[in-house]
């Protein structure tokens, strides 16, 4: 069946705009995360969802990033007023279930570069 | 907390050696282990988990790793390398129980086998 997918693939925007990045999980999962992937670096943790329980947003590092998600489907992650330290890979996974024996499926990413 | 320790930024290992990648975690109960693939322009891909059990883990491309609690470590190894294995690999840990769900990754070695 399809994996995750994630839109845009890359992304060029200037400093101070907004964006959006969409990801969409493998149908069935309840759990979904994103990562943020500074270039030569390890995923870092930003948010997760997992069906209507209020989402886990511990890894979110300033209030300018946000992410919603509609039931067990589609998520966005918007971030707002971008900065020159936002660019990186924008990585969302789902898994079956947020139990730790659950592996995560990921997408291939959003490249972000803010100008 | 929990943690992640990649050691080795990079390995090199001739075509048809063994090969070691590393990790060690750190956690405050049990751990679930896990190691992950990425290669150029893709997303991680799933290797293969430690939940509980035998402490030697086989996975997909002929990958297994063995979990040691008491070094605390979870080294990725494989009998006979490829020129196809070259790629960056992650390790990741999460706690078992009622912790943080999202996984936690070290920064990643790469893997070069030259033929």
């Known amino acids: 069946g399809a994996g995750v997918s994630q839109s845009p693939s890359n992304k060029v925007t200037e400093k101070g705009k907004d964006v959006e990045l969409r990801c969409d999980p493998i149908s069935g999962h309840t759990a979904l995360y994103w990562y943020r992937q500074r270039l030569g670096q390890g995923l870092e943790f930003l948010i997760y969802?997992?069906?209507?329980?209020?989402?886990?947003k511990s890894g979110l590092p300033s209030d300018r990033f946000s992410a919603e998600r509609t039931g067990e489907s589609v998520s966005t992650l918007t971030i707002q007023r971008t900065q020159q330290e936002d660019s990186a890979v924008y990585l969302c996974?789902?898994?079956?279930?947020?139990?730790?024996?659950?592996?995560?499926?990921f997408g291939p990413g959003t490249r972000l570069t803010v100008t | 907390a929990q943690s992640v320790a990649q050691p080795e930024d990079q390995v090199n290992v001739a075509e048809g050696n063994p090969l070691t990648v590393k990790c060690t975690y750190s956690?405050?109960?049990?751990?679930?282990l896990f190691w992950y693939v990425q290669y150029p322009n893709r997303g991680l891909q799933f290797l293969l988990k430690?939940?509980?059990?035998?402490?030697l883990v086989k996975g997909s491309y002929g990958f297994e790793a063995e979990f040691n609690k008491s070094q605390t470590s979870f080294h990725l190894k494989k009998p006979s390398a490829l020129v196809s294995d070259s790629a960056l690999y992650f390790c990741?840990?999460?706690?078992?129980?009622?912790?943080?769900?999202?996984?936690?990754f070290g920064s990643g070695t790469r893997l070069q086998v030259q033929p």
């Open positions: 996974a789902s898994s079956l279930g947020t139990g730790g024996s659950y592996e995560q499926y």
């Open positions: 990741a840990v999460r706690e078992t129980g009622a912790g943080r769900r999202a996984l936690t």
């Open positions: 969802f997992q069906g209507n329980s209020a989402p886990d």
């Open positions: 956690v405050s109960g049990n751990p679930y």
């Open positions: 430690y939940i509980t059990g035998d402490n």
